[in-house]
């Protein structure tokens, strides 16, 4: 069985992924992922060079972030240019891996963590979807506490993503993550109790 699982930021999906793995599920990590797909001598880091020139590589020949995010963040067309590139790379080396997974052990739990699972349309990819979700208020309280922001960064943020609600509304399995560590494992083991897993 494979799920998608994601969320809002700050809302505790990495907690969840975690819960999920000490069960015995295996996880695909998009975030992880993506960093793999920018390696030197990676197809799309050679298209990201040669669509956004040298000056966002490294003299190592490892991709400069920072440069590429001064392109982009502020430019809603070359974001999009990069967002072509690395999307299809990253869900394709995702799917090899969850593809191998299911060939190692067809019974096991396979978790894709992806962020933007809805936002870049991927809920078909996966036999459900299992959102880690807190209300609004809490997502932002705990999102300007764990990266030190103003309110003001913080909402612009929550803001880039599908709200939350809609997210929710949306899921297969809901884990809501707004009460105590504890309670959130007790959501998790009754899901994996209800889905029969090894």
Same mark, same amino acid.
């Given at each position: 069985m494979k799920i998608g699982l994601t969320g809002g930021i700050a809302t505790g999906k990495s907690t969840v992924a975690a819960m999920l793995v000490e069960r015995g599920?295996?996880?695909v990590?998009?975030?992880?992922?993506?960093?793999?797909?920018?390696m030197p001598g990676e197809p799309a880091l050679e298209a990201v060079a040669s669509t956004f020139g040298q000056a966002v590589i490294h003299t190592d020949g490892t *991709?400069?972030?920072k440069a590429l995010g001064e392109i982009v963040f502020n430019n809603r067309q070359r974001l999009m240019q990069?967002?072509?590139?690395?999307h299809p790379a990253i869900r394709n080396r995702m799917q090899q891996q969850i593809r191998q997974y299911e060939e190692q052990d067809p019974r096991q739990l396979v978790v894709a963590d992806i962020p933007l699972l809805y936002e870049t349309g991927q809920?078909?990819?996966y036999e459900g979807i299992m959102v880690v979700y807190v209300p609004q208020q809490l997502q932002l309280t705990? *999102?300007?506490e764990r990266n030190g922001l103003a309110q003001e960064e913080a909402l612009r943020r929550i803001g880039l993503q599908l709200?939350?609600?809609?997210?929710r509304s949306r899921a297969d399995w809901v884990i809501n993550n707004s009460s105590s560590l504890e309670e959130t494992k007790r959501q998790v083991d009754e899901f994996w109790k209800s889905q029969d897993l090894p």
């Open positions: 599920a295996l996880l990590d998009a975030d992880q992922v993506a960093r793999e797909v920018v *991709l400069n972030r990069l967002e072509s590139i690395l809920e078909e990819l705990r *999102l300007m709200d939350i609600e809609q997210k």
